[in-house]
């Protein structure tokens, strides 16, 4: 394993102080929006995907596409928000393959294809509550991830899904840095994972997933903070143990395992019970932010007695 100095060691929060710090500075001389501060080209829109209208939707508004692909987290491609949408549209992503291992009965490789084909894709309306306190509503395009790890017949010994994304330093230039542990790495207890509300996301506003949002196959689970939601998955593994994941071991005092989003629990660095919608405006108020980021009465069954200021 090779090591990290603990200079090298950057925070998702540290870039976020100086990346607002950077953009406040710039709205307030040039009162812009976002949008403006990009090319005028926008990001490249996918194929159509055949989709059904899927439950659990909210009603609110989504954001717009240029908010939801070019304001972005994803580290294999630097570090700044525009950073994926500038740097991962020559990411190759066909063909593609899903590794799935562990306590299970059914391990194995299989396509993507295999991984879809037997699916209903579904559109579902979520909001994506980001640890840095802003939010976006995004049509997502999925299935429930409950659904694919059922194939793989789970033994009772699996406890926790624990998802991989992709090493390849030639492709995602920020791997050639130790801003992470690479790969990046996820997990979900058993029941988290089988919960209805867990997608597994092939696409946004009915189209293919565009690269920087995670290409072509990412989770998204609504109740959590966005960071939860690994991109471009190669394995899933069963395991007995609760596994690391890449923001605790880059950060063990401020991101757990969890990770769902609680509003009466301050992060170390700042209070978590307001967040900034995305695209609302410069002038817009921050809105209360939800407990379980506003699916508490679907989910809140799962944490219970368990100690929510210990397991953040
Ligand atoms: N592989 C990988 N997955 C990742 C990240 C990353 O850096 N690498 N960032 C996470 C974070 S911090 C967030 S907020 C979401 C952002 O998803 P979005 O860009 O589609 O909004 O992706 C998550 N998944
Ligand atoms: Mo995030």
Redesign the pocket.
Known sequence: MKRILSSEITS?SNYRNRRQFIRDAGLAIGGGALASALPLVAAAEGRDLATVPGPHSTDETPNSWTD?TT??????FGTGKED?YRNAGDFVTAPWSVKISGECDKPGTHALEDIMAPHTLEDRVYR?R???AWS?V?PWVGFPLGDLLKRFAPNSNAKFVRFK??YDPKQMP?QRRAI?DW??V?GLTIAEAMHPLTLMVVG?FGKELPN???APL??VVPWK????????IVEIEFTRRQPRT??ELSAPHEYGFYANVNPEVDHPRWSQARERRIGAGLFASKQPTLMFNGYADEVAELYAGLDLRKNY
């Open positions: 998702e939801v304001y972005n987290n994803f580290y294999e994926p994506h980001c640890v840095e976006m995004v994304t992709l920020g992470l790969p990046y996820e946004v920087q949002n995670g990412r989770l903070y966005g960071f939860k939601g690994i991109k471009s890449s923001w």
